[in-house]
């Protein structure tokens, strides 16, 4: 099976900075594409950033231009560089993981998610 833990959350000022990770264990082959997704208390969860294996990205509006999504794939890791954070950045950040493979023989298995890292903005 696969797991996905993050780790990298915390409490920062406004303006600060934290850097997220998310690391696939178990039996991983490949991951076709990793995301970030955040859910504030009441509020729906909501996808940040998304990378695929080939490196293409995309953002939501209000991560554009302050965070920045990479991953190593020889690691089956994935990144958040999170700057200018502010306090409506204050979420639960959750890894999720499509299109993996288990093997080199495998087909497409079931996205998986993290379960969370808290990232707290506030002064």
């Known amino acids: 099976q696969v797991q996905l833990v993050e780790s990298g959350g915390g409490l920062v000022q406004p303006g600060g900075s934290l850097r997220l990770s998310c690391a696939a264990s178990?039996?991983?082959?490949?991951?076709?594409?990793m995301d970030w997704y955040r859910q504030a208390p009441e509020k729906q969860r909501e996808l940040v950033a998304t990378i695929t294996s080939g490196g293409n990205t995309n953002y939501a509006d209000s991560a554009k231009g302050r965070f920045t999504i990479s991953r190593d794939n020889a690691k089956n890791t994935v990144y958040l560089q999170m700057n200018s954070l502010k306090p409506e950045d204050t979420a639960v950040y959750y890894c999720?993981?499509?299109?993996?493979?288990?093997?080199?023989?495998?087909?497409?298995?079931?996205?998986?998610w993290g379960q969370g890292t808290q990232v707290t903005v506030s002064s």
């Open positions: 178990g039996n991983v082959f490949s991951i076709g594409a």
């Open positions: 999720h993981a499509d299109r993996v493979r288990v093997s080199y023989s495998s087909t497409y298995s079931r996205p998986y």
